[in-house]
């Protein structure tokens, strides 16, 4: 009996030792939670802003910082933001604390912004932002008249204007003389600098109700792809066929297009842009968002 009373007390003394060598192993696993919480609670004070500013045509110059007490900014080596995968430079980093590790950047649509902030510890806090790009508003102290109101109900009947180097000059007239007939004209001269091209021509597009294309020869690789654009973005093309050519490239072969026989006179450009313009009045024309 003496025997089996002693076993059982080591036994119990056994289950002890490694109930406390568990206790004591909980607590070593808790420290590093413990700083864990601590980076948390000094990184939950940085903040991501913006700022936005219509430029027109459904296009934005937009910023995107940081903010945070100057001993938080203090402690920050780079901040670097992954863009949409449409920019030609996705993932863009900042050094900059003066500025905030500001960029500056402009297009034309809202996206994620990923942003990640790496600190002198060598810690990294990352967040996302979501870019909001809003129309002005309108002045509290201007009233539209009901002639007004009823004008930003419907926008004018919008082309996307193509001409290659060869008939820029015909494509300028011709522009104009759509311009008198009461259209609204975009060209890839227009687009903004610095920004992928297919991103800003599909900002066009989506803005169009119809695309022309000046041809007087072969299509380039620059018309092919504003071509695929438009077709992408459902938008009807209508060839401009300048000069004596009698069949259309294969590429866009079938489709009805404009004789302009003579680009130099402004009868004949007149005429193409009466054709154009009746062409696009019996479209189903976009509506301006509201």
Same mark, same amino acid.
């Given at each position: 009996?003496?025997?089996k009373?002693?076993?059982? /007390?080591r036994?119990? *003394? !056994?289950?002890r @030792? %490694?109930?406390?060598? &568990?206790?004591? =192993?909980?607590?070593k696993k808790?420290?590093?939670?413990a700083?864990?919480?601590?980076s ?5 004070e940085?903040e ?12 934005w110059d ?12 203090d402690k920050?080596?780079?901040v670097e ?5 449409t ?15 500001r ?8 996206f ?5 902030v790496?600190?002198q510890?060598?810690t990294r806090?990352k967040?996302k ?7 002005p508003?309108?002045?509290s102290?201007?009233?539209?008249? /009901?002639?007004t109101? *009823? !004008?930003?109900? @419907? %926008?004018?009947p919008? &082309?996307?204007? =193509? ?12 522009g104009?003389?759509?311009?008198k007939?009461?259209?609204r004209v975009?060209?890839?001269a227009?687009l903004?600098a610095g920004?992928?091209?297919d ?19 072969g299509l ?22 300048i ?7 294969q ?17 004949e450009?007149a005429?193409?842009a ?5 062409a696009i009045?019996?479209?189903p024309?976009? *509506?301006t968002?509201?």
């Amino acid at each position: 009996m003496a025997s089996k009373k002693t076993a059982k /007390a080591r036994s119990t *003394k !056994k289950a002890r @030792v %490694k109930a406390t060598a &568990v206790k004591s =192993s909980s607590k070593k696993k808790t420290k590093p939670a413990a700083e864990s919480q601590r980076s948390t609670t000094a990184t939950s004070e940085i903040e991501v802003k913006q700022s936005s500013k219509y430029r027109g045509n459904d296009w934005w110059d937009w910023s995107v910082w940081v903010e945070a007490p100057a001993k938080e900014l203090d402690k920050i080596v780079y901040v670097e933001y992954g863009l949409h995968p449409t920019f030609t430079d996705r993932i863009q980093r900042r050094t900059d604390r003066k500025e905030k590790f500001r960029l500056d950047e402009s297009g034309w649509g809202e996206f994620m912004i990923d942003v990640e902030v790496k600190q002198q510890d060598g810690t990294r806090f990352k967040t996302k932002h979501w870019l909001n790009l809003e129309y002005p508003s309108e002045s509290s102290t201007s009233k539209p008249t /009901a002639k007004t109101a *009823k !004008k930003k109900e @419907v %926008k004018l009947p919008t &082309v996307f204007l =193509s001409a290659g180097v060869s008939d820029l000059r015909a494509g300028n007239e011709l522009g104009e003389a759509l311009k008198k007939q009461g259209l609204r004209v975009l060209k890839p001269a227009d687009l903004a600098a610095g920004l992928p091209w297919d991103v800003a021509v599909r900002g066009m597009m989506k803005e169009a109700d119809m695309m022309v294309l000046l041809i007087s020869g072969g299509l380039t690789s620059w018309a092919m792809r504003e071509i695929d654009a438009a077709r992408n973005s459902k938008l009807p093309i209508v060839p401009v066929v300048i000069g004596i050519m009698s069949e259309l490239p294969q590429q866009i072969e079938g489709l009805k297009h404009v004789n302009l026989k003579e680009s130099a006179k402004p009868d004949e450009i007149a005429h193409a842009a009466s054709e154009i313009t009746s062409a696009i009045k019996v479209l189903p024309h976009k *509506k301006t968002a509201s």
